[in-house]
């Protein structure tokens, strides 16, 4: 089993890597539309002066960044398992002259730091690719100190994300993809109401609250929703990479299309719905 966690977390590590750079790319559209989320979560997790936070699968830096630019005594320490991510996140600190951040390249089932160690974890969409969820949650719990929080986010049901199932609607259609297994690391993964309450009650973590936050994805239009998504969404590039050209056409079009339809006015926002979890340890 644990030769199989490795696999899939350098997997994930090499694609994560690969794609940094559209992610930097399109940061400023991504972050926009992940705000409404990050913003909760740095509400629920209501960060003090003092506090050290740990902010896991940072990415691009959001939203650790947010929060350490409210704890003028604090700091905040992104961990991410891609190198490239993170230095993304470090160029966008400087950018912002937010200095009270490290950043720490790490697996999350392995964290490199001793029990105790934080007031409050941040995790915002990491929970669905972890390779052992239930191990993650031991490892956040075993860092967190007595009376510390954690809140997360993971993304709700295919039916309130139209922004992922335009295009890989109409890649499952053409190319006939195989179901990956429920538990099997993926977008959706987390989106059946309880899975992460579930786990935290597990875990032993206490207050435990749900709350489903809506957003938009702000493309305007149907070229940007393409190359954005042919640029981030790594499903999406994998599978694409094992269509010939015609094929690539056809599912463009299929999008172009549906898209179309339903922005007839041109202006391409599309609606999105994660879910954002609290929880506290018990002091």
């Avoid at 559209?22 to 209501?46: A, C, H």
């Avoid at 409210?70 to 891609?82: E, N, Q, Y």
């Avoid at 089932?109 to 995790?123: E, G, M, Q, V, Y």
Wanted: net charge negative; glycine share 6%; aromatic share 8%.
């Amino acid at each position: 089993m644990e030769q199989e966690l490795e696999i899939i977390r350098d997997q994930q590590k090499e694609v994560w890597n690969k794609f940094s750079s559209g992610w930097k790319k399109w940061d400023n559209l991504m972050m926009d539309f992940l705000n409404p989320v990050g913003d909760e979560i740095v509400r629920l997790l209501n960060p003090q002066n003092s506090d050290i936070v740990l902010d896991i699968a940072s990415g691009t830096g959001e939203p650790g960044l947010t929060i350490a630019s409210r704890l003028p005594g604090g700091k905040v320490i992104l961990t991410d398992l891609a190198e490239e991510m993170l230095e993304i996140a470090s160029e966008n600190a400087g950018m912002r002259n937010i200095t009270n951040i490290e950043t720490c390249v790490c697996d999350v089932s392995k964290l490199p730091f001793a029990d105790h160690s934080f007031d409050a974890i941040s995790c915002r969409f990491g929970f669905m690719f972890f390779p052992d969820m239930q191990l993650a949650v031991q490892e956040m719990v075993r860092v967190l100190k007595p009376g510390g929080r954690i809140v997360t986010a993971v993304w709700d049901i295919p039916e309130k994300n139209f922004w992922v199932t335009a295009i890989m609607g109409a890649i499952n259609k053409n190319l006939g993809l195989p179901a990956a297994p429920p538990d099997a690391p993926g977008i959706f993964r987390c989106a059946k109401t309880g899975v992460i309450s579930d786990l935290f009650q597990e875990a032993g973590l206490t207050d435990i609250s749900e709350v489903e936050i809506a957003g938009k994805m702000n493309c305007k239009t149907t070229d940007v929703y393409w190359n954005l998504m042919t640029d981030v969404a790594a499903p999406v590039v994998a599978a694409l990479s094992n269509a010939d050209e015609d094929m690539k056409a056809t599912i463009k079009a299929e999008v172009y299309n549906l898209l179309n339809q339903k922005y007839a006015d041109g202006n391409v926002v599309i609606d999105s719905s994660a879910i954002v979890i609290y929880a506290e340890k018990r002091s």
